[in-house]
């Protein structure tokens, strides 16, 4: 099993700023991942965090606005660049320890209120 | 797409009621079910899952059974509690390549004692 933090926890931010969410693993984790949750919808992926390399993202979302950085196997970070009330969600990070979505572990995610 | 439907929320219940959370799905292959939950301030949480048609998942009394003809994979518990209050997501995930996870919107239980 893994156990994941983020920090912050929850944060006011005005737009046009940028906040980056860190992400912390306390094992080894093989693929990292950054979801988010807008109200009242479900989670969407936004990339997957690869170490040493650039992040893979999903449609729809850019390395622009979300650059994601991978250092090493436990830790990633998440930035949320110029930021607008459409950006208030809540961002979750997950890390796999193995193969397959079981393996699959998430943090308790940081929320944003943009305003 | 592959997409995950579930039943709206929010699901107020009485303590010892019967319990049902409708989900759906559609997806192109033939994809693993899974139940998360999410308890507040905490992380999502696997609760069960399922691999192939006609499984049952299980775990703190709750149950699911992966339904192929109907592309449903409904969770059911007898009997819940204070402590089940939480949010549930329903996901699937299409067996081989990255295994993504697609998730539905969650549904809010709430239960009183």
């Known amino acids: 099993s893994a156990v994941i933090s983020q920090k912050p926890s929850r944060d006011i931010c005005q737009r046009g700023t940028s906040l980056t969410i860190q992400c912390q693993v306390d094992?080894?984790?093989?693929?990292m991942f950054w979801y988010r949750q807008q109200p009242g919808q479900s989670l969407t992926l936004i990339a997957t965090?690869?170490?040493?390399?650039?992040?893979?993202?999903e449609s729809g979302f850019v390395i622009d606005k979300f650059p994601i950085s991978r250092p090493n196997l436990t830790f990633s970070t998440l930035t949320v660049s110029n930021m607008s009330p459409e950006d208030s969600s809540i961002y979750l990070c997950?890390?796999?320890?193995?193969?397959?979505?079981?393996?699959?572990?998430f943090g308790p995610g940081t929320r944003l209120l943009v305003l | 797409g592959d997409s995950v439907t579930q039943m709206e929320g929010p699901v107020t219940l009485s303590e010892e009621a019967f319990l049902t959370i409708n989900c759906t799905y559609t997806?192109?292959?033939?994809?693993?079910l899974f139940w998360y939950v999410q308890y507040p301030g905490e992380g999502l949480q696997l609760l069960l899952k399922?691999?192939?048609?006609?499984d049952k998942g299980s775990n703190k009394g709750f149950e699911a059974t992966y339904r192929k003809e109907t592309t449903s994979f409904h969770l059911e518990k007898g009997s819940v509690q204070v402590s089940d209050s939480a949010v549930y997501f329903c996901?699937?995930?299409?067996?081989?390549?990255?295994?993504?996870?697609?998730f539905g919107k969650g549904t809010k239980l709430t239960v009183n004692p």
């Open positions: 997950s890390g796999r320890t193995g193969v397959g979505a079981e393996t699959q572990y």
């Open positions: 094992s080894q984790v093989t693929m």
């Open positions: 965090a690869n170490q040493g390399s650039e992040a893979t993202y």
């Open positions: 997806a192109t292959g033939y994809p693993s």
């Open positions: 399922a691999t192939k048609a006609d």
């Open positions: 996901a699937l995930s299409l067996q081989g390549g990255s295994e993504k996870l697609v």
